[in-house]
C-alpha cells in the first residue's frame, strides 16, 4: 500500500514540475526547425534556457 502511495505522489509531483515552463528546449528547437535535419545545430544559450 505505501509503494503505491509513493509512486502516485512521486508522479504527481513530476507532473506538475514538468508542466511549470511551458515547452523545454527540446521544443523550442523542433518548434524553430520542424522536421529532421541532419545539419540542425542546437539553439544558442540564450535561447535554449527557460530559467
Known amino acids: 500500500m505505501d509503494v ?3 509512486g502516485f505522489v ?3 509531483v513530476a507532473d ?3 508542466a ?3 515547452p523545454g ?3 523550442r528547437h523542433a518548434a524553430r526547425h520542424p ?3 541532419a545539419d540542425a545545430r542546437p539553439l ?3 535561447d535554449g534556457h527557460g530559467r
Do not use: S
Open 4 to 6: 503505491a502511495v509513493y
Open 35 to 37: 522536421g529532421r535535419h
Open 20 to 22: 511549470r515552463n511551458g
Open 10 to 12: 512521486t508522479g504527481a
Open 44 to 46: 544558442p544559450q540564450q
Open 25 to 27: 528546449p527540446g521544443r
Open 16 to 18: 506538475a514540475l514538468a
